[in-house]
Structures are given as C-alpha cells and as structure tokens.
C-alpha cells in the first residue's frame, strides 16, 4: 500500500507525549552557564554610560558584554539585511548588542552570563545604564506625519520605503464604474507566540576552533552564514543544529542579535552559554506582526462583476528592517487575491517606529490583505443587495484560465502566474459542507428567540513554496535502515512523517526504518528555511528527488549482485527483488554493505560508492494554494462577546502526503485566525511602552474558545513540482480573520454595524452597536 | 523572570505560623501560590521570607457551624467547588467557583490567598459578599473579625497589618429554599471576569421576601446594591423589575485597564445583574413547579 497521501500516525508524537522531546532547554552540556539580556527599558534613547562594576562583583556572575566587546569579536556588530530590496530608503539593522542608541523597548544592551539565571537576572538589577531619553515614535498612524519624532535620531522621516503595486488602467476604471465603495481598515496581528521561546546554546571548541549552536530556528543555515560571514571565518568552523521546536510560526525564522552575544560569550569563556528567552521578553523582543492601516475602493458594474480595486497600505515597520519589507509587499500582492479583478493599484508606505521590529507572523501580510478584499467584497455585497456568496463566486477566475496571469510582477522580475486550481468548485464544497444555503432560516429562527448569528465567507489564494532550494541528503546504512537529513527544520508540523512517507514509497522501506533530521547543518549543506509554508514543496520534493536516485542505485547494484535485469526489479519490505520471482532478492543492507566496497577491491563499472543521495529542488515559482471559508458566529448584543460556534473549511493545498497532517495544519492556522479575529493584541502607549507583557494582559485562544471546524479538501495537483504538492501552513490563519469578522457583521445585520477593524474586542463591539442603535 | 533569593519556612501548626510573623520582617504567606508566585518571578513582590502555610491542617477544612458555614483559610476552589455543606447550604458559591480559573489552578489556589491579594475581579469577594461573611484575621498578639464589606482598603489592599493574617471566614447560610443566580463576562473560560453579580433572594409564596446582591469586577473591592435590593424585596418578580433593578448599578470609581474602561464594566455589570436575577426567578418557579 502506498504510504504518500494515507493519514499515516505522526512518528514524532509518542516522544513528545511522553514528555521526552529534547529541546535546547532540555540540552545540559558539561560547564553550561546561563545568560540574560540586558534589555532597554525605553522606546528611544540615548546610551550614555553603562556601569558593570557592581554586578561583575556578584558570586557566579562570569561575563558581562557590551558592544564594545563584540566589536573585538566580529567584523561588525551590525547585522546584515535578510531581504535587500531597491526599495527600502533605510536600510537599518540592529547591532548584536546597542551600539549608543536604543530604539525600542526590549532591545538587547548587554549580555550577562552567570552560574544560572537567577544570579544573571539579580545582575542585571545591579547594571547601571545613564540613558538620555530621546523623543519617540510612537503609533505608526502619527510616526508617518511630516513633523513627527523619529525612530532613529540622524534620520529626517520614518518612511523607509514606498512603492507602488498596479496592473491595469485604475483610473480609467474608476472614473466609469457604476459602483464604487470605500473603506478604512485598521489591522492588527500581534505577535507569533509559540510555546516555547527563543531558545539558543552555543559551545566552543578550542582545539578545532569549532562553534557548534544549538538553536530553535527555523533557519539554521542563515544563522551559520551570518554567524560565518561577520566573525569573518569559514562555514565548516560552524554548525547550527536544530533539537525540538515548540512552535515559531515566522518568528524563530529571524537572525536574531542574541545569537552572536551568546556565541562571542561561549568563545570568550571556553564554556558552554545558553540563553533561553523568558515570557516577558518574547513580549518585546521577539519580532511582531503588529499594525497595518489600509484604505480601499472597490469598483463593480451592474451586474456585480468586478471591475477593479485600489487603495494604500500603511505598514508599522518597527525600529528596524531585518527582514526588508517582505510582509507589506506580500500583502498588496495578495489583495487581488482568487477574482478576475481587470485593474488594481495599491500605494504602500512602510513607516518606521521605536518598536520591535515587524517580520513575518504565520500569514505574512496575507491575513490583512485578505481581510482588506473580503472585507469589501462584503461590503459590495450589502451594497449591492447581491448574497455575499454568490457575488464571490460570480468573480472568481474560472478554472479553465488556469495558469492565470494576476497581473502583478514578483520580486524576482516575472509576472505572478496562478499555477492551478479551481477556486469555484472549491467554494462551492466550502458552501456545501457548511449548509449555507439553509443558514437564512437558521438565523431567522435564533432571531426569534432573541439570539444573533452570523455567518460570513472568506476566499483566498496563496503564493507556497518558493525558492530558492532545499535540499535533502538520503542514505540508506548496512543496517538497513534509511536516514534522511533536509534543510530546513521542524517547529511541529510533522515533517518527520510526511517526508519518511515519501521516501517510503520510494524505497520500500517501512517508515518506522526511516529517520528524519532537520536543521543540522552538517547534515544536509545549504539550506534556506521552513517558513512561508515552502517545506513541503521544496524539501518535500528533494526528498523525492533523493530517493528517486537511491532507489536507481539500489537497482543498479542489485541487478549486478543477482545478474538480473534492471527493468525486472521492484522494492519492497526493505528488499530488492526480481518481480515474480522472490526468492531473487536482497536486503537494502546487503546492497548498501556491498557498494560501500571493500579495501582495494574496485567497485564494477557503473556502480557508484554509498547508497546516498544529496538532491536540491529548485521551484521556478510559487505553487498557489487557495481556498474558502465559512464561519459562524453568535453576538451577545448586550455585552458585545462573540463567540465562533461553527467553522468550515473549503481548501486546495495540492496533494495530500498526509491529509491528517494537513487537516492539524489548517485546524492550527484557524486557531491562530480566531485568535487575530477576537484576541490578540500587543498594546503600546503612546510612548511605545509595551502594556501586554503576559498572558493575562495579551490574550491568546483558548481550546474552549475554538468552535469545531469541519473541512474538505479539493486536491488539484500543482505542475510545479513532481509531487504535486502545495504549502499548507499558513492557508487556515489567512481568510480566518475575514470570515469570523464578516460572521459578526452579518449577526449584526439588524443594527446595521459595519465593521473595519481587527482584532475586534466586546467594549469596541458594543460600542458599535450602541453607535448604530442610536442611528 | 526569577526570583531573587528568599528564606523559605514551613510551620506545621497556626501558632508557629503566627509565632514567624510577629519575628520576621518582609514576609509573605504563601498560599496556593497562583497568584504570588508569578508577581515573585516579575520580582513585583520581593520578600525576604516566604512562610508555606500550606502544612497547617486546620485551616484546609470547610465546616457547618451554628447558623453558618466556616472556611480556613486554605480551603482549595476546587474543595469549595465539590464540598457537600457548600453544595447544601450556599450553593451559589459552589456555582461561582465554576468560574475561577482552570482546574489546576481551582486546585492549588484558596479562599484566604483569594481575599488576600483582592483582586477586583476576583469570584469569592462577591460571593462573600452576599452571604455576609466575617472574616477572622490572627496575629500573635490577638485576633479582629472584619466584616466582608470592610475587608478592601484600595486597590489589592486587605484590612491585613504585616504580623497578621486571615485565618477563618465564616458566612451566614440562608434558608433552606433560598435560591441564587450568579453572572458574569470573561473574556476567555477561566479568565477573570470584566463583569459579574451574585445574587440571593429567599420568596414568600410569589413575592421576594430577602435579596442580596453584589458585583465583582467594577470597583476595586466587592460591592453590595443595597438600593436594587431594598427594590426587590416585597415585589414579584418580572421583567420589568430585574431591569429597573439593574438599573440601579452604582459604581462610584470604577476599573479600567487594559481590556475594558470604567463605563463597559458598570454597562456589562448592570446587565449581569439582570441575568443573575433571571436565573435566581427562573430557579424559584422550577421549585414551586417541583412543589
Ligand atoms: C491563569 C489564572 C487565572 C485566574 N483566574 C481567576 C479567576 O477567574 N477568578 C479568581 O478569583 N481568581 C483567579 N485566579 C487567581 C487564583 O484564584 C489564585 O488562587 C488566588 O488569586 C490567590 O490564591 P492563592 O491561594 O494561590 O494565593 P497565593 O498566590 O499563595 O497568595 C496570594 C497573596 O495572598 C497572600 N496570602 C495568601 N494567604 C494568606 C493568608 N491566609 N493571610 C494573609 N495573606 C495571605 C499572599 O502572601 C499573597 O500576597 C487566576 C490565577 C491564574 C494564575
């Protein structure tokens, strides 16, 4: 039976059940020391003494870096920018440690190493810092005004990029357009907040001068070369090596600025230096997805056929742009999203603030720029006396234009082309599955018992799976048994499973014979990451690329062990055999033991040392998943609470490796939906002091506030990879915040609320309602 | 988030407890532990001894007394939650416990650390509140009884001096009929409220004959409406009533933070009021129905 697209048991489980996964924390190297970060307690200011003295004196504290000594380290304490783009004006990237100046509450000035975190946390009380406090940059919304304080105190404006994003000829369009509705969206998506935070142990080798991390990134290998390229030695005197990940949803994909105080820390003192993130700082210091402020206007013709849509984005950037400006430009290239939309123009200004900085949360941008369109879908809908369903499907691109040109060019210089898909036969399971038709008599029956429902409808399409490469490196050892080492690493998605699948069609070989390891990199050489749902894609299909070639070794050597043709052989149970005949076989060990050669025995013509394979799958572009989303929400209209009672999800992610991994994925993304849609909020002031540094003060969904979500999925192969295979990770989190919010507007119907805002919260709600009952 | 280094004693009994109270300085008592031991590791709190009640028998029982019910100090929510007195005879404090937080922390956490650190939005003040509970704080050198309606000095401030503590809270229990209704909003299961009322009212034949009620969650400390009950009280309940009822929510300073103003609280209040009240008449009419 074939293991690829069956909802096979995930291998990783039954270790992290039994609470025996091994984490960084869990990691305790002999002579280990802890450290903590001194971190700014102001939005903006100037450094200008720091005193050690006293802390130095305490018992168990051993170091205390500043920038100063860092710079004797590296070759510059400025870390590089991630994601270049013309575009960006300011460039500005953190130093490891504050170089002078501090620009947002939360960034790291020094890093004390002591015997264990309680001696480095009373050290860090004892560190006396004379700050000069400069004027600050507070919400995005003011920061972008002429006369506004800056972020960083040597620039003249915070705007530190502007472009523009159009096909089509928008004013044409919308100097004619019967229809023209307009809005103001202010978004907000908080932070990733995984479970576990940042994690990061570095240890030194002197003999070999050797740096080993061990590190909960989601890309290792951008920390080997950076951590490489800034001390100025080679990458083979560096490993990252990735243990268990709880969580990182986009942000443990950053190079962070502690990764290189810890390492110059454990080079320093010939020790081995942890430092594990505490709560409070995954609040400031870890990276946000934070605010955006949207303008749109939607253009439609009589017959409710979509004529165009323009608008401006004003992104909250942050203090920095580690990353460039990838989330804002992904969400206005999002905004057209599954409709034949003839002309589009989105303005974007990126606006710097004294706040940590803005790099990408599970969605990317996306969340926002389907929420902008959703949002005025429904809108027109209303306006337009037309059902919210129906005036989408009406626009949809037809399956039969498929590859589609969007009509916006992508970063690398081609025109964005939907690869495939069928977005109205994918709605309308969405609208079967969720009984939308009969919703009408439902509401109207809750409406007679003084109960308000709504239901609200999203759709989406989302670019997965882009390049440049991973790669994966396949052996099979003379016991038999298969390891696999990719790229890119795992933060609980599954990969140990859904990529054994793979190589177990390939191999014959029973998945619980095969390992799967991620993030090494000694394990597999470059890699870029696992982020914007790009592993199964590309590390998916490496790993069948690999096993593909292994297999043909397998055979090729097989064929001269038991001088029988190629083309008769077939593999299965961790053997090669001739077909029909299976007495005629051998063990993968036996072919791996033989082509591992003996001394000074020539291997025979053809037969190529090692069952193994190193491959890299290169993608030529994104493959474009998409789907639709139902919710269904009831108000209390007394108190303004929402709560989400039922949920369903139409999805195309390609083929299936797993459909149960799959289903975990959208389930978890939803989650991460609801949690924008009602939730989450990271707060400042107007001095951009942080206001929700815990759980009670920033609040995530519960299990008890998730409605069951029923889902179906439509598999239409990509032609992008030979899988077939599209991203499935961030496609539950995108449209979940326009359906639930369209849900709530929809319960509100009889008040006339409209709503222009996420997270919406029950006093806002209710103030809504108290607005459009007086009206 | 550690705490810096603090001395650790565990009495066995009440007197050595109060014995360490009156010697030492810059003590904290340390309950359930839920909510002290987080402002330790924000090093909010930074006292230079803990002293662990938590061994002290007596003060973990729930007991009847004459016309009342007696809590130590160290009764678990969860105990309140499952006792039988409590079910028996102030079943609405078993209906607010529903309310407070999760299992595991409906596990550890007590009455006393609950009055001790007051919260505003805490369950047991108000619940307290209803049933007119007396509160017995001990030092070495005496002990005071403090009505529930003085206990909150300001914001998070018990009528506690630092050799004391809460050791017994005692409620009067009503009549066997009596019924309740208990209200309130949170953001989340478990959370604490934005919002809540409880309520009591004891009937004669149709008409309220005795009402209490109290919020939680708008002012810092728990609050009695004595105008909405005085309202109640000779009336037959109706729609009309629990409105004007809830109508009379007075809240003099009101909370405001981060998740909700001053006026949301009194509004979402008011309406609580109205609920509890419906589930407390609607409780009645089942009994007379039963009858
Ligand atoms: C996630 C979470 C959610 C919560 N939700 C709610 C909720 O919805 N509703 C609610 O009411 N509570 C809630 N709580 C608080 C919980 O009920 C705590 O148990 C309670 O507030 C404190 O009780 P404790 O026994 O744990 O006290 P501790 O944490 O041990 O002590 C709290 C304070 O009281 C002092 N103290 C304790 N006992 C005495 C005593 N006998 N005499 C004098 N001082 C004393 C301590 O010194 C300390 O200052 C929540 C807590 C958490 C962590």
């Known amino acids: 039976m074939s293991s690829f697209g069956s909802s096979a048991k995930r291998v990783e489980d039954p270790v992290l059940l039994r609470g025996e996964g091994k984490f960084t924390d869990d990691i305790h190297l002999p002579g280990l020391l802890t450290a903590a970060m001194l971190r700014s307690p102001y939005a903006h200011a100037r450094i200008k003494s720091i005193d050690t003295s006293t802390a130095l004196e305490l018992d168990g504290v051993h170091l205390i870096l500043k920038n100063a000594d860092l710079a004797l380290e590296y070759t510059t304490t400025e870390l590089p920018l991630m994601v270049p783009n013309p575009l960006i004006t300011k460039p500005v990237t953190p130093h490891m440690l504050a170089k002078d100046y501090v620009r947002y509450v939360g960034e790291p000035i020094a890093l004390i190493v002591a015997e264990d975190r309680y001696i480095a946390e009373d050290a860090l009380e004892r560190v006396i810092v004379d700050y000069e406090p400069l004027p600050v940059a507070g919400d995005f919304r003011e920061a972008v005004k ?126 081995p230096v942890k430092y594990m993130e505490d709560r409070r700082e995954n609040f400031t210091a870890t990276h946000h997805e934070r605010d955006q402020l949207w303008t749109a206007e939607i253009a439609f013709n009589d017959d409710g056929k979509l004529l165009g849509f323009r608008g401006t984005l004003l992104h909250d950037s942050g203090a920095y742009v580690p990353w460039g400006i990838i989330t804002p430009y992904i969400a206005a290239s999002t905004v057209p999203g599954p409709y034949l939309l003839p002309a589009y123009e989105m303005k974007v200004t990126c606006v710097l603030t004294n706040k940590v900085a803005v ?52 970063r690398d210089g081609s025109p964005i082309t939907y690869d495939s898909g069928d977005y109205p036969a994918c709605h309308d399971k969405a609208i079967e599955l969720s009984e939308y038709d009969s919703f009408k008599e439902r509401q109207k029956a809750a409406r007679s018992e003084g109960r308000f429902i709504g239901i609200g409808i999203a759709s989406y399409v989302e670019g997965t799976g882009l390049g440049p490469f991973e790669g994966a490196n396949i052996r099979v050892a003379p016991s038999g048994k298969v390891t696999i080492h990719y790229g890119a690493s795992a933060q609980g998605q599954g990969h140990q499973t859904v990529f054994a699948q793979i190589a177990s069609d390939q191999l014959g070989v029973d998945l619980a014979d095969i390992t799967v390891i991620g993030g090494d990199t000694q394990g597999c050489p470059y890699g870029i990451g696992t982020f914007a749902s790009r592993a199964i894609v590309n590390a998916g299909n490496a790993v069948h690329q690999a096993s593909e070639a292994v297999r043909q070794k397998i055979i090729k050597a097989a064929s001269y062990m038991m001088e029988a043709a190629e083309e008769d052989m077939d593999l299965a149970e961790g053997s090669v055999f001739v077909k029909g005949v299976p007495k005629m076989s051998r063990t993968l060990g036996e072919v791996a033991e033989f082509v591992n050669g003996k001394p000074g025995f020539t291997l025979p013509g053809g037969i190529e040392p090692g069952l193994q394979e190193l491959s890299y799958f290169t993608p030529k572009q994104a493959a474009y998943a998409n789907g639709t989303h139902l919710a269904e929400v009831e108000v209390d209209v007394e108190t303004g609470y929402a709560k989400v009672l039922r949920y369903w999800s139409g999805h195309d992610c390609g083929k299936m490796i797993n459909p149960m991994t799959v289903e975990g994925q959208v389930l978890g993304g939803v989650a991460h939906g609801l949690g924008n849609a009602l939730f989450e909020w990271m707060r ?7 206001v929700t540094v815990n759980y009670g003060e920033y609040l995530l969904p519960l299990a008890s506030d998730m409605p069951h979500v029923q889902q179906v999925h439509q598999e239409i192969p990509t032609p992008q990879n030979p899988l077939g295979v599209k991203g499935a990770g961030e496609g539950g989190t995108i449209p979940a915040i326009a359906a639930i919010i369209g849900a709530i507007e929809n319960a509100l119907k009889p008040f006339g609320v409209r709503i222009s805002e996420a997270p919406i919260t029950p006093p806002r709600l209710l103030e809504l309602i108290e607005c459009a009952r007086k009206n | 988030m550690k705490p810096p280094v603090f001395e650790y004693h565990r009495p066995e009994s009440l007197d050595e407890a109060l014995e360490l109270l009156a010697t030492l300085s810059d003590v904290k008592i340390l309950a359930g532990g839920q909510s002290l031991m987080p402002m330790m590791n924000f090093r909010y709190v930074m006292p230079a001894h803990i002293i662990d009640i938590n061994r002290i028998k007596e003060l973990g029982e729930i007991h009847r007394v ?127 409220a934005l919002a809540g009322a409880a309520v009591l009212l004891d009937f004669d034949g149709e008409v309220i004959s005795r009402a209490a009620l109290a919020l939680l969650g708008v002012e810092v400390g728990p609050i009695r409406m004595i105008d909405a009950e005085n309202l109640l009280v000779g009336e037959i309940p109706s729609d009309e009533l629990f409105r004007e009822a809830a109508e009379h929510v007075t809240v003099v300073a009101g909370i405001d933070d981060v998740h909700a103003s001053a006026s949301y609280r009194k509004k979402v209040a008011s309406v609580m009021v109205r609920r509890a009240l419906e589930q407390a008449s609607h409780q009645h009419k089942s009994q007379a129905l039963a009858a």
């Open chain 2, 66 to 192: 004459h016309d009342g019910v007696k809590f130590g100090a160290m009764a678990r929510h969860d105990q309140a939650k499952k006792s039988e007195i409590i079910l028996e005879h102030c079943p609405l404090i078993a209906a607010g416990m529903e309310h407070v937080a999760h299992a595991q922390i409906r596990n550890r956490g007590t009455i006393g650390g609950s009055l001790a650190h007051l919260d505003p939005s805490a369950e047991w003040p108000a619940l307290l509140a209803v049933h007119d509970a007396t509160l017995r704080v001990q030092s070495k050198s005496g002990e005071r009884d403090v009505p529930i309606l003085e206990w909150s000095q300001g914001f998070m401030t018990p009528n506690l001096v630092e050799d004391e503590m809460l050791t017994e809270i005692t409620v009067a229990i009503w009549p066997e009929k009596h019924v309740y209704g208990f209200a309130e909003l949170a953001r989340r299961k478990g959370d604490f």
């Open chain 1, 359 to 410: 790099t990408p949360v599970r969605g990317a941008g996306r969340p926002q720029a389907a929420f902008t369109m959703e949002r005025m879908m429904d809108t027109a809908a209303l306006e337009l006396g037309r059902d919210p369903a129906s005036l989408r499907r009406q626009n949809y691109i037809p399956a039969d234009q498929m590859p589609y040109k969007m009509g916006l060019i992508f």
């Open chain 1, 684 to 690: 400042y002031d107007e001095n951009a002091q942080p």
């Open chain 1, 146 to 271: 002429r006369n506004a304080a800056t972020a960083h105190h040597e620039i003249e404006d915070n705007v530190c990029a502007e472009f523009v994003q159009a096909f089509g000829n928008v004013d044409e369009v919308f100097a004619n357009a019967p229809h023209i509705y307009k809005n103001t969206f202010f978004q907000h998506r908080g932070a990733a907040h995984p479970l576990e935070t940042r994690a990061m142990m570095a240890t030194y080798d002197e003999l070999s001068d050797h740096l080993t991390f061990y590190a909960a990134s989601q890309s290792p290998h951008r920390v080997r070369e950076i951590y490489a390229k800034l001390r100025g030695i080679d990458d083979n005197q560096v490993r990252v090596v990735v243990p268990d990940i709880g969580g990182g949803f986009g942000a443990k994909g950053q190079t962070y600025p502690e990764y290189f105080s810890v390492a110059a820390a454990a080079r320093l003192l010939r020790r």
